[in-house]
Every structure is written in structure tokens, then in C-alpha cells.
């Protein structure tokens, strides 16, 4: 089964913290990969239309961002930024080698390098699973 998640919070998606699933906004369930791909694109032209900055990966995982939208980290004493992402999962895990799509492997814009240690326990996103 291929999954296509839609996620909020302070960690680009492919990172798999512990606790990630939390950042989870919206979801979709697919039995053919070509569905899911097609669900997957659409949602990466909606957010690439909202947003100015995003880094996309060749294992279908992109995070967008705009600089302005921060939060601040108490435990850290810094800015940090905030990603609306997007991942698409073959039995809840990263897509094999094989269906790699080497295409989407780009990025547009640039963030702050982070080095706070911590992620941001309250979510700004409606949760909606």
C-alpha cells in the first residue's frame, strides 16, 4: 500500500524523528503507485503555488517553507522555521531505489541552517486524520 502525507512542524520530512507522525496534517491511502504519484504531484503544485521556498528529493519527499513563518524555540534561543511537507511511502517506508524519480531532485530558495536540538511541542496545524 503507498501512503502520501501531508505534515506541519519544525523538521524537513526526511529525518523520521521520533514522534514525526505527530507533524501529520493529512493522508491519503492508495493500492496503485501510479495514484499515489498522481495524488503526490497535485499536492506538490498546490504547496509550490503557496509557498516560495521548497527542497524536493529524488525519494518523493519535499519540504516548503516560507522564511518568514518561525517559531520561536525557548530551549534553544533561536528562530526556528517551519515546513508544510509532503512524503510518499510504500508500506510505511521510503519508497525502494527502483521507483526513485531522479526528476524531482531540486530546490528553489534557501533556509537558515538549524542547529536547535529540540522540536516545537505545540503544532500550530490542525491535526484532521
Known amino acids: ?28 491511502k492508495f493500492e496503485d503507485y501510479y495514484q499515489a504519484l498522481k495524488n503526490y504531484k497535485q499536492k506538490w503544485l498546490e504547496l509550490n503555488e503557496r509557498f516560495p521556498s521548497y527542497k524536493s528529493r529524488s525519494d518523493l519527499m519535499t519540504a516548503f517553507w516560507d522564511p518568514k513563518e518561525q517559531e520561536w524555540c525557548e530551549e534553544c534561543s533561536e528562530d526556528v522555521q517551519l515546513f508544510h511537507s509532503i512524503v510518499l511511502l510504500e508500506d510505511g517506508h521510503k519508497i525502494p531505489k527502483s521507483k526513485l524519480r531522479p526528476g524531482y531532485e531540486k530546490e528553489k530558495g534557501s533556509k537558515k541552517h538549524r542547529s536547535c536540538q529540540y522540536t516545537l511541542s505545540a503544532k500550530q496545524a490542525p491535526k484532521n486524520l
Open 1 to 28: 500500500m503507498y501512503r502520501v502525507i501531508e505534515l506541519y512542524g519544525d523538521c524537513e520530512p526526511w529525518w523520521f524523528l521520533d514522534n514525526w507522525q505527530e507533524d501529520i496534517v493529512d493522508s491519503w
